[in-house]
């Protein structure tokens, strides 16, 4: 699919960029010319980029969350289950 039309670029170019390196609009602006004409894909491209930092593994083990811990039914009934869980 083509993200910049302008210069016909496409995902598949931008990836391939990111994959050897690009970590930055100016990476693609250097590398593809993407987003230097009439500037309606850089949107696009950045979100590509967004999309390559969050699945990079070490960004995402920094960013995941601790797992879910079950509440019990117990502390619902009486109230009391939302200030053990989020104290004021
Ligand atoms: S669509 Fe990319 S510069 Fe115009």
Redesign the pocket.
Known sequence: MFV????A?TEQQICDAIDQGARSMADLRNQLA????????ACDAKALLARSHSLAPSQAAAQSMPAAQPVPAALYATGQGSAQFYPV
């Open positions: 910049c039309l302008c210069k670029i993407v987003a230097t004409d009439c500037g309606l894909c």
